[in-house]
């Protein structure tokens, strides 16, 4: 019962601050938007029993990836409102049918692979944080070892691509 | 009782949040945050289904998942700011430079 609760108010507060995200009219109250949607969503993890990676969510996308969004919109220092010009061959209306039909479709195909009772998601009790962060961190650096390697050197390459994309002289 | 369902919904919600916003917004910023809100919508459904399995697999792929959002968003606001420095606008609709 509780667990419900917490989910629909949670689910509720995730897509209303979603929706406001895309259609804030300042993008600067649309980062702050995404920031309180992303801290509802680490909510979620803790709820779901992720410790560790609600703690991921908050530190690198909160604190890291919001932080260079904030950057970037003060250093594009507008002179004039971003969307004034638009391209005549834009078809936005049938954008937000299709959309629409995709979110029936996938909530169809959902919902109907459910029908049959099924095993409940865990309890946040099946497992403490100490043996989540255990868990995780086991088969991080044992079974993905290799993909592990590969991120750090994905976050190395971009990093370096960042650094020379935003250099004066290009 | 909310089952794995619940979450694929609200999942797939999200997703569709986003890609609304990718396919009608025209600041080119605002769609890269969309995109976050995908990232977020498939990172969910990970989650979940880890959580169903009591499998923690599910939350490693996330975390590699979050790593590959980090990267796309500096390189991606770093083309951004490039883009900036040359045409003076964010508004996608006026980044036709390699259309036709």
């Avoid at chain 1, 509720?12 to 920031?35: D, K, M, P, Q």
């Avoid at chain 1, 971003?82 to 479709?105: G, I, K, N, T, Y």
């Avoid at chain 1, 989540?132 to 976050?155: C, D, K, M, R």
């Avoid at chain 2, 959580?51 to 980090?70: E, K, L, N, Y």
Wanted: glycine residues 6%; charged residues 10%.
């Amino acid at each position: 019962m509780g667990e419900s609760i917490a989910f629909y108010t949670l689910a509720v507060l995730i897509l209303g601050f979603a929706i406001l995200v895309i259609t804030a009219r300042n993008t600067v109250h649309s980062v702050l938007f995404l920031v309180v949607n992303f801290l509802f969503v680490a909510a979620l993890y803790v709820l779901l029993g992720a410790q560790f990676l609600a703690v991921i969510q908050v530190i690198v996308y909160a604190g890291g990836i919001v932080v260079l969004y904030l950057f970037v919109v003060m250093l594009v220092n507008l002179k004039r409102p971003p969307e004034v010009h638009q391209d005549p061959h834009r078809r936005s209306r049938l954008a937000l049918v299709l959309a629409c039909v995709l979110l029936a479709e996938i909530g169809a195909i959902a919902v109907w692979g459910y029908v049959r009772p099924d095993v409940p998601v865990s309890p946040v009790s099946a497992a403490t944080a100490a043996q989540n962060v255990e868990q995780v961190g086991w088969l991080l650096y044992t079974h993905y070892l290799v993909p592990f390697e590969v991120a750090s050197i994905l976050l190395l390459v971009a990093m370096v691509g960042a650094i020379i994309l935003a250099r004066r002289e290009l | 009782m909310i089952t794995p369902a619940h979450y694929t919904v609200l999942s797939a919600a999200l997703f569709v949040i986003g890609m609304i916003g990718v396919l009608v917004r025209r600041n080119i910023i605002v769609i890269f945050m969309s995109i976050e809100l995908m990232l977020n919508a498939v990172n969910i459904n990970l989650v979940a289904y880890s959580s169903q399995w009591r499998d923690a697999t599910g939350q490693v792929f996330a975390i590699f998942i979050i790593c590959v959002a980090a990267a796309e968003a500096a390189v991606g606001l770093g083309i951004i700011l490039a883009f900036y420095r040359n045409k003076e606008t964010v508004n996608i609709d006026e980044m036709n430079l390699m259309r036709w």
